[in-house]
């Protein structure tokens, strides 16, 4: 018998999420820690909807850096029509990965959901129409928006202009309905920074990045100052994880064809899902800890380098993550963001939406990302 939480979870993902239906190739990729009891359930949700459904294990990258990505996985992937990825190596950042997504058509849902406490939360059960209406009424804004500041207790304090989503998201209206989706959802599309001046007092970057360049993988103790001016980090100041963020800066300028467009600000975006949290403490497991929080309101990030879709000439990403946490953030003058909690809570037409699915009270209570 499948637990009636991971169930409904379960059914979120394949349903809500994947839209998946009969006659679909489906994989489910998986990696090290998964559980096979949420995979069970998974599959057996997809199979309900008439999917034929693979399942796939694969390790963690040896390197922890993306051009070492599997070929028989990247193979399946290729392959399929709906990827469930449930922590696996083959991420966005790997270039295959990315053209299988926007050229060629497959849909790649990023899932959490394979981890049980994950599945069988109020987070994974969220009723998607309340989640879509939301973002929604955010990506309006987002779109529309001419100007932004963005603001934090740490003394970031950037403004620059609006240039709506990054290309390869150009179209996107519904993360849920685009090729790439999260579950448990959160995030919305990259939105595109230009001429933008200030500081960005950094907390946080890659796992995978500050483990290689001898950062700490959650938290930065000092916070790393980006002096920016006209879109382009021109100063890295701090202790220790400065020096580090000088290394990876450096690898990614000498990756391909980068070169000083590395320290470029592309675009910045942020989670949207006040249910989201980590079940695990953030010393103990800081890959967890960073994916799950990276769909929270208070976790944001500027993304520093090339967008995925430029052609550099080398097979994975070659951006650096500069992360803000519960940060105060203006569209044109309205405030959207207040220390992390999202203001469209306060539409009085999404909480009579939400009204119909249970207490708003329960459903849109604000818990601040705790990082301090």
């Known amino acids: 018998m499948v637990p009636r939480e991971l169930l409904q979870g379960a059914k979120n993902c394949v349903i809500g999420c994947g839209q998946i239906h009969e006659g679909q190739q489906v994989l489910i990729v998986n990696g090290p820690g998964i559980d096979q009891e949420a995979v069970n359930a998974v599959q057996s949700v997809a199979e309900l909807q008439g999917a034929d459904v693979a399942v796939l294990w694969l390790q963690r990258l040896a390197s922890g850096w993306f051009e070492h990505a599997p070929r028989i996985g990247i193979a399946a992937f290729e392959a399929a029509d709906v990827v469930i990825n449930h922590g696996s190596p083959l991420t966005r950042g790997h270039k295959p990965i ?99 001046n200030g500081v960005i007092n950094m907390r946080n970057t890659y796992g995978d990045a500050a483990r290689l360049f001898g950062m700490p993988e959650t938290v930065f103790p000092v916070p790393v100052k980006l002096t920016v001016e006209n879109n382009i980090v021109t100063r890295i100041e701090g202790g220790a994880e400065a020096d580090g963020m000088k290394r990876y800066f450096d690898f990614l300028a000498h990756s391909g064809t980068v070169g000083q467009d590395a320290y470029r600000v592309t675009s910045w975006h942020t989670g949207m899902h006040h249910m989201s949290f980590s079940p695990y403490p953030r010393e103990l497991d800081p890959n967890h800890w960073n994916g799950y929080c990276h769909h929270h309101p208070g976790y944001f990030h500027f993304h520093v380098g ?30 959207v963001w207040e220390k992390g909690r999202l203001t469209v809570f306060d539409d009085p037409d999404l909480v009579a939406l939400t009204r119909q699915y249970g207490d708003p009270v329960r459903l849109l209570r604000y818990q601040p990302l705790p990082v301090d």
């Open 98 to 196: 990315h053209r299988a997504m926007f050229e060629k058509g497959v849909v790649m849902i990023r899932s959490y959901g394979g981890d049980v406490n994950i599945l069988g939360s109020a987070w994974a059960q969220f009723p998607f129409e309340i989640y879509n209406e939301m973002e929604l009424r955010l990506m309006r804004i987002l779109k529309e928006g001419k100007q932004f500041r963005v603001t934090d207790t740490h003394g970031t304090d950037l403004v620059g202009d609006l240039d709506g989503p990054a290309a390869h998201r150009r179209d996107t209206v519904l993360v849920s309905r685009s090729p790439y989706r999260h579950f448990p959802p959160g995030v919305h599309p990259p939105i595109r920074s230009l001429r933008s």
């Open 306 to 335: 090339l967008d995925p879709s430029e052609d550099t000439g080398v097979e994975y990403m070659t951006h650096a993550q500069a992360t803000v946490f519960n940060p105060t953030i203006w569209v044109d003058g309205e405030k």
